[in-house]
Each structure stands twice: as structure tokens, then as C-alpha cells.
């Protein structure tokens, strides 16, 4: 699959130990005001995470699903960072 913009570097911590960090094309959430997306390109922002999945599309096409709870999502210059009190692999 040819990218024609530059993915999403995504940044997953727990308070215990760093979860993930790679590339993504896409990256899906729930707030407490609903879903929202991320995408190449998204304007600075913060949300809020209390007990969510978190679904990622990986650039190679794959997708990986966590489940956060309690977390703060970041977004700036193309990197997200998740810090949350406890994240899952689902």
C-alpha cells in the first residue's frame, strides 16, 4: 500500500512502562463527548480518556486495539502521546 502522507507516530504509556510506539495511518477514540479520530495532519489537541478502546491503523494495513483507562491523549506536529493509568493489549 503507497502512502501519500507522511503516518501519524503514535506514543502509548502506562504509568508502569511505555506500551507501544509506531506508525499509524488512523487512530480512533472515545472521550466522555463521544468518538473522535486522529488523522495525518490533525490540528494540536487534547482529549480526554476514561475507560476506552483506543484502535490504531497501523501503516503496513494491520490494526491493533488497546483499552485505556484514565488517560490523557496528546496531539501535536503529527505524534500523538497517550499517558494513561492503566493501558491493555486487546
Known amino acids: ?20 510506539s509506531g506508525e499509524v ?5 472515545k472521550s466522555p463527548v463521544g468518538w473522535f479520530g486522529i ?3 490533525h490540528a ?3 482529549f480526554l480518556l476514561q475507560d476506552t478502546p483506543l484502535r490504531a ?3 503496513q494495513g494491520e490494526e491493533k486495539t488497546f483499552h ?9 506536529k503529527n ?3 497517550v499517558v494513561a493509568e492503566e493501558v491493555m493489549r486487546v
Open 1 to 20: 500500500m503507497e502512502l501519500y502522507f507522511d503516518p501519524v507516530e503514535l506514543r502509548i504509556f502506562s504509568c508502569q512502562k511505555p506500551e507501544f
Open 25 to 29: 495511518q488512523a487512530l480512533y477514540a
Open 39 to 41: 488523522l495525518p495532519g
Open 44 to 46: 494540536p489537541a487534547s
Open 57 to 59: 491503523q497501523l501503516v
Open 68 to 76: 485505556v483507562k484514565r488517560g490523557v491523549l496528546h496531539v501535536r
Open 79 to 81: 505524534v500523538v502521546t
